[in-house]
């Protein structure tokens, strides 16, 4: 049992150390939170933020925007549908995030969450004009990015339903699965500066093999002790 324990004690970081590949999530229909695949997991020992902005900021832990802004409750406004109390097929009294640019990008610091998040997710929720498409129609593309600025995931999708009045039916979530951790989020619309997102959402949640060698390490400590 000792030579097996110690063997043990002088695997624990390799094993640390091992990182499972990436997963996509999506386009998906998305009115309220337990939309979210998100939803179903269980983040104990980890961490999860929800971002809907519903406070006029952007101010979950450890998440930064480079560009856009909040916008408030507007006949514009296409917040999630259920921000606002109610799933009506609109979401004009809720609040969005607003790109005002080609690109928008979510950045997470692992030196305020402790870990990069596992799990990231985004709802795009409206476009209005568009450079050469159909107006209130275009393209988006949303990439995940690891630590070391490696794309682990991409998904394309043509969205939007023509209008700009606040209706959910268009709204999609998007999101990324990666034990390696996930740095940033980097949604591109190509074709349009007018359009939003909501719901931001990302957690961690610690592989199994993760938890039992951190307890692992607990006795390999007491041990040297």
Request: charged content about 15%.
């Amino acid at each position: 049992m000792r030579t097996l324990l110690a063997t043990a004690c002088a695997g624990v970081i390799f094993f640390v150390g091992s990182a499972a590949s990436a997963q996509t999530f999506g386009p998906s229909t998305y009115v309220q939170t337990s939309n979210s695949p998100f939803s179903v997991l269980d983040f104990t020992g980890g961490y999860f933020h929800l971002e809907d902005f519903e406070d006029g900021a952007l101010n979950t832990p450890g998440a930064s925007a480079l560009g856009g802004v909040v916008a408030g409750p507007s006949n514009f406004t296409d917040s999630v549908d259920a921000d606002d109390g109610f799933i009506d097929g609109l979401g004009r009294n809720g609040h969005s995030y607003i790109a005002n640019g080609f690109e928008l990008e979510f950045v997470f610091s692992d030196a305020v969450l402790g870990n990069y998040p596992t799990h990231v997710g985004i709802v795009w929720t409206d476009v209005g004009n568009t450079f050469g498409d159909i107006f209130g129609v275009s393209l988006v593309e949303v990439f995940a990015f690891d630590p070391d600025g490696v794309t682990i995931g991409f998904i394309s999708s043509t969205v939007g339903d023509g209008r700009i009045d606040g209706t959910t039916a268009d709204d999609r979530f998007f999101g990324f699965e990666h034990a390696g951790g996930i740095a940033s989020l980097l949604l591109v619309m190509p074709n349009s500066q007018d359009w939003e997102v909501d719901h931001l959402q990302y957690g961690y949640v610690p592989e199994p093999a993760t938890l039992a060698l951190l307890g692992l390490s607990v006795v390999c400590l007491r041990r040297r002790r």
